[in-house]
Protein backbone atom coordinates (compact mmCIF):
# COMPACT_ATOMS: atom_id res chain seq x y z
CA UNK A 1 0.00 0.00 0.00
CA UNK A 2 1.42 3.44 -0.70
CA UNK A 3 0.53 6.75 0.68
CA UNK A 4 0.06 9.99 -1.20
CA UNK A 5 -0.40 13.91 0.30
CA UNK A 6 -3.06 15.48 -0.36
CA UNK A 7 -0.99 18.65 -1.99
CA UNK A 8 0.44 16.39 -4.68
CA UNK A 9 3.88 17.50 -4.32
CA UNK A 10 5.59 15.00 -1.71
CA UNK A 11 7.06 11.64 -2.57
CA UNK A 12 4.59 8.71 -2.11
CA UNK A 13 5.72 6.54 1.15
CA UNK A 14 4.88 3.09 2.51
CA UNK A 15 3.29 2.17 5.82
CA UNK A 16 6.74 2.26 7.55
CA UNK A 17 7.42 5.32 6.46
CA UNK A 18 4.29 7.25 6.90
CA UNK A 19 3.90 6.10 10.56
CA UNK A 20 6.88 7.87 11.16
CA UNK A 21 6.42 11.05 9.02
CA UNK A 22 4.37 13.79 10.34
CA UNK A 23 3.19 16.21 7.34
CA UNK A 24 4.27 15.84 3.94
CA UNK A 25 7.13 17.58 2.83
CA UNK A 26 4.87 19.76 0.91
CA UNK A 27 2.59 20.60 4.08
CA UNK A 28 0.28 18.07 3.28
CA UNK A 29 -1.49 14.80 4.95
CA UNK A 30 -1.34 11.27 3.84
CA UNK A 31 -3.83 9.37 2.77
CA UNK A 32 -3.97 5.59 0.91
CA UNK A 33 -3.59 5.67 -2.80
CA UNK A 34 -6.37 2.48 -2.68
CA UNK A 35 -8.43 1.73 -0.14
CA UNK A 36 -9.36 -1.44 0.46
CA UNK A 37 -12.64 -2.93 0.33
CA UNK A 38 -15.01 -5.21 1.46
CA UNK A 39 -18.13 -6.86 -0.36
CA UNK A 40 -21.01 -7.34 1.45
CA UNK A 41 -20.62 -11.10 2.02
CA UNK A 42 -17.21 -10.40 3.98
CA UNK A 43 -18.80 -8.00 6.00
CA UNK A 44 -21.65 -9.61 7.09
CA UNK A 45 -18.79 -12.49 8.13
CA UNK A 46 -17.70 -9.45 10.81
CA UNK A 47 -20.46 -10.45 12.72
CA UNK A 48 -17.88 -13.68 14.19
CA UNK A 49 -15.12 -12.26 14.71
CA UNK A 50 -13.85 -10.41 18.46
CA UNK A 51 -12.47 -6.59 18.15
CA UNK A 52 -8.70 -7.63 17.67
CA UNK A 53 -9.58 -10.49 15.01
CA UNK A 54 -11.35 -7.37 13.30
CA UNK A 55 -8.99 -5.09 13.96
CA UNK A 56 -6.46 -7.35 12.15
CA UNK A 57 -9.14 -7.92 8.93
CA UNK A 58 -9.24 -4.00 8.71
CA UNK A 59 -5.53 -2.93 9.33
CA UNK A 60 -4.02 -5.79 7.85
CA UNK A 61 -3.83 -4.15 3.98
CA UNK A 62 -2.73 -1.04 5.05
CA UNK A 63 0.10 -2.17 6.44
CA UNK A 64 0.83 -4.95 3.91
CA UNK A 65 4.36 -6.69 4.24
CA UNK A 66 5.97 -4.02 6.46
CA UNK A 67 4.70 -5.91 9.76
CA UNK A 68 4.43 -9.46 8.92
CA UNK A 69 0.77 -11.04 9.41
CA UNK A 70 1.77 -12.71 12.58
CA UNK A 71 3.37 -10.27 14.25
CA UNK A 72 0.76 -8.24 13.55
CA UNK A 73 -2.45 -10.68 14.82
CA UNK A 74 0.10 -10.45 18.61
CA UNK A 75 0.20 -6.74 18.36
CA UNK A 76 -3.27 -6.12 17.87
CA UNK A 77 -4.15 -8.78 20.50
CA UNK A 78 -2.11 -7.76 23.25
CA UNK A 79 -3.01 -3.54 22.19
CA UNK A 80 -6.81 -4.39 22.85
CA UNK A 81 -6.37 -6.76 25.74
CA UNK A 82 -5.24 -2.99 27.47
CA UNK A 83 -9.02 -2.41 27.22
CA UNK A 84 -11.33 -3.52 30.60
CA UNK A 85 -13.94 -4.41 28.73
CA UNK A 86 -14.31 -8.05 27.01
CA UNK A 87 -16.04 -6.36 24.03
CA UNK A 88 -13.16 -3.87 23.96
CA UNK A 89 -15.99 -1.54 22.09
CA UNK A 90 -19.40 -2.01 24.15
CA UNK A 91 -23.14 -0.80 23.24
CA UNK A 92 -25.48 0.83 25.52
CA UNK A 93 -29.07 1.40 24.64
CA UNK A 94 -30.57 4.69 25.10
CA UNK A 95 -33.59 4.55 24.10
CA UNK A 96 -35.94 3.18 20.54
CA UNK A 97 -32.99 2.85 17.80
CA UNK A 98 -30.52 5.43 20.22
CA UNK A 99 -27.28 3.23 20.67
CA UNK A 100 -23.78 4.85 22.70
CA UNK A 101 -20.67 3.03 21.71
CA UNK A 102 -18.14 3.24 24.85
CA UNK A 103 -14.90 3.82 23.31
CA UNK A 104 -13.57 4.58 27.10
CA UNK A 105 -12.70 1.56 27.91
CA UNK A 106 -8.93 1.92 27.37
CA UNK A 107 -5.99 2.79 29.95
CA UNK A 108 -6.69 6.82 29.85
CA UNK A 109 -10.47 6.75 29.26
CA UNK A 110 -10.73 8.11 26.55
CA UNK A 111 -11.05 6.88 23.02
CA UNK A 112 -7.71 7.88 21.64
CA UNK A 113 -6.55 4.72 23.57
CA UNK A 114 -7.69 3.26 20.26
CA UNK A 115 -5.00 4.72 18.50
CA UNK A 116 -2.78 4.97 20.69
CA UNK A 117 -2.17 1.84 22.23
CA UNK A 118 -1.28 0.61 18.95
CA UNK A 119 0.55 3.44 17.41
CA UNK A 120 3.12 3.08 20.38
CA UNK A 121 3.77 -1.01 19.64
CA UNK A 122 3.55 -0.19 15.86
CA UNK A 123 6.26 2.10 16.21
CA UNK A 124 8.39 0.03 18.87
CA UNK A 125 8.03 -2.83 16.43
CA UNK A 126 9.38 -1.01 13.41
CA UNK A 127 12.17 0.69 15.30
CA UNK A 128 13.32 -2.21 17.02
CA UNK A 129 13.68 -4.17 13.28
CA UNK A 130 15.40 -0.81 11.72
CA UNK A 131 17.83 -0.53 15.78
CA UNK A 132 16.71 3.21 15.30
CA UNK A 133 15.39 5.21 18.05
CA UNK A 134 13.30 8.33 18.04
CA UNK A 135 11.80 11.11 20.13
CA UNK A 136 7.95 11.64 19.96
CA UNK A 137 6.81 15.39 20.89
CA UNK A 138 3.40 16.60 21.14
CA UNK A 139 1.40 19.43 22.69
CA UNK A 140 -1.65 18.31 24.71
CA UNK A 141 -4.83 20.56 26.29
CA UNK A 142 -5.86 16.88 28.12
CA UNK A 143 -6.41 13.42 26.47
CA UNK A 144 -3.89 12.92 23.86
CA UNK A 145 -1.25 13.80 26.08
CA UNK A 146 -2.20 11.04 28.18
CA UNK A 147 -2.86 8.31 25.76
CA UNK A 148 0.43 9.18 23.86
CA UNK A 149 2.68 8.63 27.15
CA UNK A 150 0.47 5.17 28.19
CA UNK A 151 0.58 4.31 24.55
CA UNK A 152 4.53 5.00 24.73
CA UNK A 153 5.71 3.82 27.83
CA UNK A 154 7.02 0.31 27.18
CA UNK A 155 8.89 1.40 24.03
CA UNK A 156 12.50 1.27 24.58
CA UNK A 157 13.00 3.05 21.90
CA UNK A 158 11.04 6.18 22.00
CA UNK A 159 11.87 9.07 24.23
CA UNK A 160 8.58 11.07 24.81
CA UNK A 161 8.41 14.27 25.70
CA UNK A 162 4.58 15.94 26.47
CA UNK A 163 3.94 19.90 26.55
CA UNK A 164 1.06 20.99 28.38
CA UNK A 165 0.30 24.49 29.93
CA UNK A 166 1.24 24.57 32.81
CA UNK A 167 -1.67 24.81 35.76
CA UNK A 168 -4.09 25.51 32.53
CA UNK A 169 -5.39 21.30 32.57
CA UNK A 170 -7.74 19.39 34.84
CA UNK A 171 -6.03 17.64 37.96
CA UNK A 172 -7.21 14.20 36.55
CA UNK A 173 -5.83 15.09 33.24
CA UNK A 174 -2.32 16.05 34.52
CA UNK A 175 -2.22 13.04 36.92
CA UNK A 176 -2.80 10.89 34.40
CA UNK A 177 0.20 12.33 32.35
CA UNK A 178 2.94 12.84 35.41
CA UNK A 179 2.01 9.61 37.09
CA UNK A 180 3.41 7.17 34.39
CA UNK A 181 6.49 6.05 35.70
CA UNK A 182 9.33 5.22 33.13
CA UNK A 183 12.66 7.06 32.32
CA UNK A 184 11.35 7.48 28.50
CA UNK A 185 8.22 9.70 29.89
CA UNK A 186 8.90 13.75 30.04
CA UNK A 187 6.14 15.77 31.40
CA UNK A 188 6.75 19.67 30.38
CA UNK A 189 4.52 22.10 32.39
CA UNK A 190 5.22 25.56 30.06
CA UNK A 191 4.16 29.02 31.48
CA UNK A 192 2.41 29.68 28.96
CA UNK A 193 -1.07 28.00 27.15
CA UNK A 194 -2.06 25.50 24.91
CA UNK A 195 -1.41 27.82 22.08
CA UNK A 196 2.25 28.17 23.17
CA UNK A 197 3.16 24.53 23.45
CA UNK A 198 1.40 23.94 20.43
CA UNK A 199 3.66 26.32 18.52
CA UNK A 200 7.09 25.35 20.14
CA UNK A 201 5.85 21.71 18.29
CA UNK A 202 5.56 23.01 15.48
CA UNK A 203 8.87 24.83 15.52
CA UNK A 204 10.73 22.13 16.56
CA UNK A 205 9.22 19.45 13.55
CA UNK A 206 10.31 22.81 11.35
CA UNK A 207 13.86 22.52 12.52
CA UNK A 208 15.01 19.58 14.06
CA UNK A 209 18.75 20.77 14.72
CA UNK A 210 18.19 20.66 18.33
CA UNK A 211 17.86 16.93 18.43
CA UNK A 212 20.87 14.41 18.13
CA UNK A 213 21.46 13.33 14.55
CA UNK A 214 20.61 9.44 15.07
CA UNK A 215 17.09 10.79 16.63
CA UNK A 216 14.16 11.39 14.27
CA UNK A 217 11.16 13.47 15.36
CA UNK A 218 7.63 11.71 15.30
CA UNK A 219 4.17 13.05 15.44
CA UNK A 220 1.29 11.60 17.98
CA UNK A 221 -1.19 13.66 16.74
CA UNK A 222 -4.24 12.86 14.71
CA UNK A 223 -2.29 13.82 11.40
CA UNK A 224 -0.72 11.11 12.05
CA UNK A 225 -1.91 8.11 9.68
CA UNK A 226 -1.76 5.40 11.92
CA UNK A 227 -4.14 6.74 14.14
CA UNK A 228 -7.08 7.40 11.62
CA UNK A 229 -6.59 3.65 10.58
CA UNK A 230 -7.24 2.35 13.98
CA UNK A 231 -9.82 4.38 14.46
CA UNK A 232 -11.69 2.32 11.29
CA UNK A 233 -11.95 -0.97 13.09
CA UNK A 234 -14.97 0.25 15.48
CA UNK A 235 -17.20 1.69 12.80
CA UNK A 236 -17.52 -2.09 11.08
CA UNK A 237 -17.81 -3.63 14.49
CA UNK A 238 -20.71 -0.99 15.47
CA UNK A 239 -22.81 -1.70 13.01
CA UNK A 240 -22.07 -4.75 12.35
CA UNK A 241 -23.39 -5.89 15.63
CA UNK A 242 -26.61 -3.61 14.81
CA UNK A 243 -26.96 -5.53 11.79
CA UNK A 244 -25.08 -4.07 8.75
CA UNK A 245 -24.84 -4.85 6.09
CA UNK A 246 -28.15 -5.87 5.71
CA UNK A 247 -29.54 -2.78 7.60
CA UNK A 248 -27.91 0.85 7.40
CA UNK A 249 -26.91 2.43 10.63
CA UNK A 250 -25.52 6.13 10.97
CA UNK A 251 -22.98 7.61 13.41
CA UNK A 252 -22.60 10.72 15.28
CA UNK A 253 -19.45 11.63 16.29
CA UNK A 254 -18.47 14.47 18.63
CA UNK A 255 -15.85 15.95 16.08
CA UNK A 256 -12.83 18.51 16.98
CA UNK A 257 -9.96 17.61 14.44
CA UNK A 258 -12.16 15.85 12.10
CA UNK A 259 -9.64 12.30 12.80
CA UNK A 260 -12.41 10.20 14.47
CA UNK A 261 -15.08 10.76 11.87
CA UNK A 262 -12.67 10.93 8.86
CA UNK A 263 -12.25 7.02 9.80
CA UNK A 264 -16.00 6.96 9.29
CA UNK A 265 -16.00 8.21 6.47
CA UNK A 266 -13.47 5.29 5.61
CA UNK A 267 -15.13 2.51 6.37
CA UNK A 268 -18.21 3.67 4.05
CA UNK A 269 -15.42 4.04 1.24
CA UNK A 270 -14.47 0.49 2.03
CA UNK A 271 -18.18 -1.06 1.92
CA UNK A 272 -19.71 -0.54 5.04
CA UNK A 273 -23.32 1.11 4.24
CA UNK A 274 -23.70 3.97 6.37
CA UNK A 275 -27.59 5.90 5.99
CA UNK A 276 -25.50 9.29 7.77
CA UNK A 277 -22.49 10.43 9.29
CA UNK A 278 -23.22 13.43 11.77
CA UNK A 279 -20.74 15.66 12.98
CA UNK A 280 -21.41 17.07 16.34
CA UNK A 281 -19.06 20.40 17.01
CA UNK A 282 -19.38 22.35 20.60
CA UNK A 283 -19.60 26.36 19.73
CA UNK A 284 -16.03 26.00 18.08
CA UNK A 285 -18.06 25.31 14.91
CA UNK A 286 -15.91 25.80 12.01
CA UNK A 287 -17.37 22.39 10.55
CA UNK A 288 -20.81 23.23 11.21
CA UNK A 289 -20.47 26.57 9.17
CA UNK A 290 -19.03 24.88 6.35
CA UNK A 291 -21.67 22.00 5.96
CA UNK A 292 -24.29 24.93 6.48
CA UNK A 293 -22.81 27.65 4.18
CA UNK A 294 -19.79 26.44 2.57
CA UNK A 295 -17.46 28.69 4.06
CA UNK A 296 -13.91 27.54 5.76
CA UNK A 297 -12.96 30.46 8.50
CA UNK A 298 -11.54 30.89 11.20
CA UNK A 299 -13.07 32.08 14.61
CA UNK A 300 -11.52 32.95 18.09
CA UNK A 301 -11.28 29.96 19.94
CA UNK A 302 -14.22 29.84 22.60
CA UNK A 303 -13.25 27.63 25.76
CA UNK A 304 -16.20 25.02 26.42
CA UNK A 305 -17.32 22.37 28.70
CA UNK A 306 -15.97 19.61 26.17
CA UNK A 307 -12.43 20.93 25.76
CA UNK A 308 -11.14 18.41 23.98
CA UNK A 309 -12.95 19.78 20.97
CA UNK A 310 -11.92 23.07 21.51
CA UNK A 311 -10.47 24.35 17.94
CA UNK A 312 -10.53 26.54 15.45
CA UNK A 313 -9.47 24.59 12.81
CA UNK A 314 -9.86 21.18 11.66
CA UNK A 315 -6.96 19.84 10.50
CA UNK A 316 -7.96 16.51 9.36
CA UNK A 317 -10.78 17.88 7.20
CA UNK A 318 -8.16 18.80 4.15
CA UNK A 319 -7.97 14.57 3.93
CA UNK A 320 -11.91 14.52 3.19
CA UNK A 321 -11.12 17.72 0.59
CA UNK A 322 -8.86 15.71 -1.39
CA UNK A 323 -11.56 13.27 -1.51
CA UNK A 324 -14.38 15.78 -2.40
CA UNK A 325 -12.23 18.02 -5.26
CA UNK A 326 -11.88 14.52 -7.20
CA UNK A 327 -8.18 14.05 -5.25
CA UNK A 328 -6.43 16.80 -7.22
CA UNK A 329 -3.41 18.07 -4.91
CA UNK A 330 -2.97 21.30 -6.48
CA UNK A 331 -6.17 22.54 -5.81
CA UNK A 332 -6.22 21.40 -2.17
CA UNK A 333 -2.94 23.20 -2.34
CA UNK A 334 -4.23 26.05 -3.78
CA UNK A 335 -7.20 25.94 -1.30
CA UNK A 336 -5.17 25.88 1.80
CA UNK A 337 -2.81 28.58 0.66
CA UNK A 338 -5.81 31.01 0.25
CA UNK A 339 -7.38 29.63 3.72
CA UNK A 340 -3.45 30.75 4.88
CA UNK A 341 -4.66 34.29 4.02
CA UNK A 342 -8.38 34.15 5.42
CA UNK A 343 -11.89 32.28 4.65
CA UNK A 344 -12.27 30.11 1.52
CA UNK A 345 -15.09 29.07 -0.19
CA UNK A 346 -15.73 25.57 -1.16
CA UNK A 347 -17.54 24.63 -4.59
CA UNK A 348 -20.97 23.46 -5.14
CA UNK A 349 -19.80 19.82 -6.61
CA UNK A 350 -17.84 19.32 -3.69
CA UNK A 351 -20.02 20.55 -1.02
CA UNK A 352 -23.07 18.24 -2.72
CA UNK A 353 -20.73 15.45 -2.12
CA UNK A 354 -20.08 16.23 1.77
CA UNK A 355 -24.43 16.53 2.23
CA UNK A 356 -24.97 13.59 0.66
CA UNK A 357 -23.18 11.72 3.42
CA UNK A 358 -22.48 14.42 6.08
CA UNK A 359 -24.74 16.03 8.26
CA UNK A 360 -23.92 18.57 11.32
CA UNK A 361 -24.89 19.88 14.22
CA UNK A 362 -23.46 22.63 16.91
CA UNK A 363 -24.69 22.22 20.42
CA UNK A 364 -24.57 24.87 23.31
CA UNK A 365 -22.77 24.56 26.56
CA UNK A 366 -26.60 24.83 27.84
CA UNK A 367 -27.71 22.12 25.68
CA UNK A 368 -25.07 19.60 26.88
CA UNK A 369 -25.90 20.06 30.49
CA UNK A 370 -29.31 19.66 29.70
CA UNK A 371 -28.64 16.69 28.11
CA UNK A 372 -26.66 15.11 30.70
CA UNK A 373 -28.79 15.28 33.00
CA UNK A 374 -31.70 14.06 30.69
CA UNK A 375 -29.75 10.95 29.72
CA UNK A 376 -29.15 10.52 33.65
CA UNK A 377 -32.96 11.27 34.29
CA UNK A 378 -34.00 8.60 31.61
CA UNK A 379 -32.04 5.61 32.39
CA UNK A 380 -29.68 6.60 34.55
CA UNK A 381 -26.70 6.93 31.96
CA UNK A 382 -23.99 9.34 32.70
CA UNK A 383 -22.21 10.96 29.33
CA UNK A 384 -19.09 12.75 29.36
CA UNK A 385 -19.82 16.25 27.94
CA UNK A 386 -18.56 15.31 24.32
CA UNK A 387 -20.42 12.32 23.84
CA UNK A 388 -23.99 14.14 25.64
CA UNK A 389 -22.98 16.55 22.19
CA UNK A 390 -22.99 13.48 20.19
CA UNK A 391 -25.89 12.13 22.04
CA UNK A 392 -27.92 15.36 21.16
CA UNK A 393 -26.94 15.56 17.67
CA UNK A 394 -28.42 12.25 17.36
CA UNK A 395 -31.54 12.89 18.77
CA UNK A 396 -32.02 15.88 16.58
CA UNK A 397 -31.12 14.52 13.16
CA UNK A 398 -34.18 13.88 12.02
CA UNK A 399 -33.49 10.46 10.73
CA UNK A 400 -36.31 8.02 10.10
CA UNK A 401 -36.99 5.97 12.97
CA UNK A 402 -35.73 2.73 11.40
CA UNK A 403 -32.38 3.49 11.51
CA UNK A 404 -29.92 2.93 14.40
CA UNK A 405 -27.97 6.19 15.50
CA UNK A 406 -24.76 5.04 17.20
CA UNK A 407 -23.19 8.08 18.96
CA UNK A 408 -19.39 7.52 19.66
CA UNK A 409 -18.60 7.88 23.46
CA UNK A 410 -15.34 9.64 23.27
CA UNK A 411 -14.46 9.63 27.14
CA UNK A 412 -15.45 8.37 30.71
CA UNK A 413 -17.46 10.50 32.90
CA UNK A 414 -15.12 10.60 35.44
CA UNK A 415 -12.74 12.53 33.76
CA UNK A 416 -14.89 15.93 33.46
CA UNK A 417 -16.69 15.97 37.33
CA UNK A 418 -16.68 19.64 36.69
CA UNK A 419 -19.33 19.45 33.68
CA UNK A 420 -21.53 16.48 35.25
CA UNK A 421 -21.59 19.27 38.43
CA UNK A 422 -22.62 21.94 35.99
CA UNK A 423 -25.03 20.14 34.81
CA UNK A 424 -26.96 19.91 38.00
CA UNK A 425 -26.36 16.62 39.03
CA UNK A 426 -24.21 16.16 42.65
CA UNK A 427 -23.53 12.03 42.84
CA UNK A 428 -19.90 11.64 42.70
CA UNK A 429 -18.47 10.14 39.39
CA UNK A 430 -15.91 7.57 40.72
CA UNK A 431 -12.56 6.77 38.36
CA UNK A 432 -13.04 3.13 37.07
CA UNK A 433 -10.56 0.78 39.79
CA UNK A 434 -7.64 1.08 37.55
CA UNK A 435 -7.31 4.92 38.75
CA UNK A 436 -9.06 5.03 42.30
CA UNK A 437 -5.51 6.09 44.09
CA UNK A 438 -4.37 8.54 40.76
CA UNK A 439 -4.64 11.24 43.41
CA UNK A 440 -2.40 9.17 45.74
CA UNK A 441 0.47 8.56 43.03
CA UNK A 442 3.72 10.32 42.71
CA UNK A 443 4.23 12.96 40.56
CA UNK A 444 7.04 13.58 38.15
CA UNK A 445 7.31 17.08 35.68
CA UNK A 446 9.12 19.71 34.65
CA UNK A 447 8.02 23.19 34.96
CA UNK A 448 9.77 24.98 31.60
CA UNK A 449 9.43 28.78 30.90
CA UNK A 450 7.73 29.61 28.28
CA UNK A 451 10.28 29.54 25.59
CA UNK A 452 11.82 27.54 22.69
CA UNK A 453 15.21 27.31 23.32
CA UNK A 454 14.81 26.21 26.99
CA UNK A 455 12.18 23.66 25.78
CA UNK A 456 14.36 22.18 23.22
CA UNK A 457 17.90 22.75 25.93
CA UNK A 458 16.17 20.33 28.00
CA UNK A 459 14.84 17.81 25.45
CA UNK A 460 18.16 17.46 24.00
CA UNK A 461 19.35 17.11 27.78
CA UNK A 462 17.14 14.20 28.90
CA UNK A 463 17.21 11.78 25.80
CA UNK A 464 17.98 8.30 26.77
CA UNK A 465 21.12 6.72 25.09
C1 LIG B 1 -9.88 14.15 20.93
C2 LIG B 1 -11.27 14.05 21.42
C3 LIG B 1 -12.38 14.36 20.60
C4 LIG B 1 -12.22 14.87 19.19
O1 LIG B 1 -11.67 13.94 18.30
P1 LIG B 1 -11.24 14.36 16.82
O2 LIG B 1 -10.60 13.17 16.22
O3 LIG B 1 -10.27 15.50 17.01
O4 LIG B 1 -12.46 14.79 16.13
C5 LIG B 1 -13.64 14.18 21.13
N1 LIG B 1 -13.83 13.76 22.40
C6 LIG B 1 -12.81 13.47 23.22
C7 LIG B 1 -13.09 13.04 24.60
C8 LIG B 1 -11.49 13.60 22.76
O5 LIG B 1 -10.47 13.31 23.58
Not at 289 to 309: A, F, K, N
Not at 344 to 372: G, H, P, Y
Not at 449 to 463: E, H, K, R, S
Amino acid sequence: MKYISTRGQAPALDFEQVLLAGLASDGGLYVPENLPTFSAQEIREMASLDYAQLAHRIIAPFVDDCIPGDDLRDILEETYAEFRHNAVAPMVQLAPNQWVLELFHGPTLAFKDFALQLLGRLLDHVLERKHQKVVVMGATSGDTGSAAIEGCKRCRNIDIFILHPHQRVSDVQRRQMTTVQGDNIHNLAVQGNFDDCQAMVKASFCDRSFLPEDRSLVAVNSINWARIMAQIVYYFYAAVALGAPSRPVAFSVPTGNFGDIFAGYLAHQMGLPLERLLIATNRNDVLHRVMTTSVYGRQSLVHTLSPSMDITVSSNFERLLFDLYDRDGAAIADLMRRFDEGDIAFNDAAMEKARSLFDSQCVSDEETCAQIAGSWKECEYLLDPHSAIGVKAALESGLPPEVPVITLATAHPAKFPDAIRSAGLDQEVALPLHLRDLFEREERVDVLPNDLGAVQAFMANNINA
